[in-house]
């Protein structure tokens, strides 16, 4: 059976002929009921008709491409990316959880400038003397 044929039957309900699929020998006797028209039409068992869709499962209406690429591999993506993109937004480390103080590294910067400066005024004075 090939792929659209397939995807037919999961699509609409089956349809059935009654008048078509029996003999007219049996179709014209008057004896002949529904319960026997109906056993004749599949083989001699009971026919079987879907009247309405399947309740569970993937939807049975067709999608287009990118309904398919969102509801398919959109959802896998999504769960594949997001936790690796938030992982990144995240500072791995930081002075503020480590307990240290934001400033101390700007303090300890202005003190080392003020010490080369006084050294640098020392050998200024030193020269001149």
């Known amino acids: 059976m090939s792929f659209a044929m397939t995807r037919k ?21 008057p004896k002949a009921t529904a319960a ?14 879907r009247h309405h869709g399947p309740i569970a499962g993937p939807p049975r209406f067709p999608l287009s491409t990118g309904q398919r690429l969102i509801m ?14 938030a992982l990144s ?4 480390w930081s002075k503020l959880h480590n307990g240290i103080d934001p400033d101390a590294e700007e303090r300890e ?9 006084m050294a640098e005024q020392e050998m200024a004075e030193e020269q001149q003397k």
């Open 109 to 117: 910067r202005q003190e080392l400038l003020e010490q080369q400066r």
């Open 72 to 85: 398919g591999w959109g959802s896998i993506l999504a769960m594949m990316i997001i936790p690796f993109w």
């Open 36 to 49: 026997t028209m109906m056993q004749i039409g599949a083989g001699g068992q009971l026919q079987q008709i």
């Open 89 to 92: 937004q995240m500072p791995r």
């Open 9 to 29: 039957f999961l699509l609409l309900p089956f349809k059935r002929a009654c008048d078509a699929a029996l003999p007219t020998t049996v179709a014209s006797t």
